[in-house]
């Protein structure tokens, strides 16, 4: 099915381990983000790429790196997981324009221990 | 202050009820979003609106881009609604126009 592909599902990490958080779509879209979803609180926009070749940070950047690798592909990655990293974390996808529709995909949910 | 405000943060129905989820925002706007994620669950694209009204089914979305307000309404609500309800938009500002700002969603539960 088209769509947004994320991976992994779920993930455990002790204090201080590096993760990859990959996330692929396979709609063509220019635009991908990386959000957390924290109980009690709006989703926030962590890292966005407009374009392939961009990256630019959001309203919660520290701690996180990105890369988009190409057009299909946006990772996320943690370099030294804190507990305050435990989330769900969704990556999504749009074009580029103000009436294009977003992509969501189905999460990943981190704990950090 | 929150730029996207929804309300009821909560909201518990009968089933065949008519539910409304109102949103209010502070910013000017290219674009609305509704979005369903159920518990545990994914997110999905309900409506994208930018001005007037929307019909999918069992849902209408509407938006008054004058007062800033827009809402969602399911008729003949089913179990299968329960989920929780977000709101997002796409602020025109200049280059962020393509990043949407998200409220803090509402929960429905839809009794049998």
């Known amino acids: 099915n088209a769509g947004v592909t994320q991976t992994p599902k779920f993930q455990v990490l002790k204090t201080g381990q590096s993760m990859t958080l990959q996330c692929a779509q396979d709609?063509?879209?220019?635009?991908m983000y990386w959000y957390r979803q924290d109980p009690g609180m709006g989703l926030r926009l962590i890292y966005y790429?407009?374009?392939?070749?961009?990256?630019d940070k959001g309203e919660v950047p520290n701690g996180y790196n990105v890369s988009r690798l190409n057009k299909r592909e946006f990772s996320l990655r943690l370099e030294s997981a804190a507990p305050s990293q435990t989330s769900v974390y969704f990556c999504?996808?749009?074009?580029?324009?103000?009436?294009?529709?977003?992509?969501f995909g189905s999460g990943t949910r981190l704990t950090v221990v | 202050k929150n730029e996207v405000e929804q309300s009821p943060q909560n909201l518990t129905a009968q089933e065949g009820e008519f539910i409304t989820i109102n949103c209010s925002y502070s910013?000017?706007?290219?674009?609305l979003h509704w979005l369903q994620q159920h518990p545990g669950g994914g997110i999905v694209s309900l409506f994208m609106?930018?001005?007037g009204k929307k019909k999918h089914g069992r849902l209408i979305a509407t938006i008054n881009i004058q007062e800033k307000h827009s809402s969602l309404h399911i008729t003949a609500s089913h179990p299968r609604d329960s989920a929780v309800y977000i709101c997002?938009?796409?602020?025109?500002?200049?280059?962020?126009?393509?990043?949407?700002?998200f409220g803090k969603g509402t929960l429905l539960t839809v009794n049998p």
């Open positions: 999504a996808s749009s074009e580029q324009g103000a009436h294009y529709g977003y992509t």
């Open positions: 709609m063509n879209h220019n635009s």
């Open positions: 790429s407009a374009s392939e070749g961009t990256t």
């Open positions: 910013v000017g706007i290219s674009a």
């Open positions: 609106l930018s001005s």
């Open positions: 997002a938009v796409r602020p025109n500002s200049g280059g962020s126009n393509y990043k949407l700002t």
